[in-house]
Nanobody
Framework: EVQLVESGGGLVEAGGSLRLSCAAS????????IGWFRQAPGKEREGVSC???????YYADSVKGRFTISRNNTKNTAYLQIHDLKPEDTAVYYC???????????????????WGQGTQVTVSS
């Protein structure tokens, strides 16, 4: 059974940093692309970043320069490092996974079949 568990969210002040983790189990992590998405209240889900099995990365324009995605295949875990948090980053952050060959370079949500439950990030101004 594919499982994705996000952690690392919380309440932080604007300008702060967080590192989100996505712990995976039940599949061959090395062969999968991992995506990070977020959804703010009243807004549509937004793709944030993703990392392909070989390490290639994609970032939404809105987060370039502040977000860094990485993965540790020995730990079956992906990370999203967020710097200089802004109130508009407040959202539930989800990680998603699917076979790398099924995920386009820009990692649209529709390419992912497996999703975690999300972790809340709240940024105070």
């Amino acid at each position: 059974e594919v499982q994705l568990v996000e952690s690392g969210g919380g309440l932080v002040e604007a300008g702060g940093s967080l590192r989100l983790s996505c712990a995976a189990s039940g599949f061959a992590f090395d062969d999968y692309a991992i995506g990070w998405f977020r959804q703010a209240p009243g807004k549509e889900r937004e793709g944030v970043s993703c990392i392909k099995s070989y390490g290639g990365t994609y970032y939404a324009d809105s987060v370039k320069g502040r977000f860094t995605i990485s993965r540790n295949n020995t730990k079956n875990t992906a990370y999203l490092q967020i710097h200089d948090l802004k109130p508009e980053d407040t959202a539930v952050y989800y990680c998603a996974a699917d076979l790398d060959l099924l995920v386009s370079w820009h990692c649209p949500a529709s390419d992912f079949d497996s999703w975690g439950q999300g972790t809340q990030v709240t940024v105070s101004s």
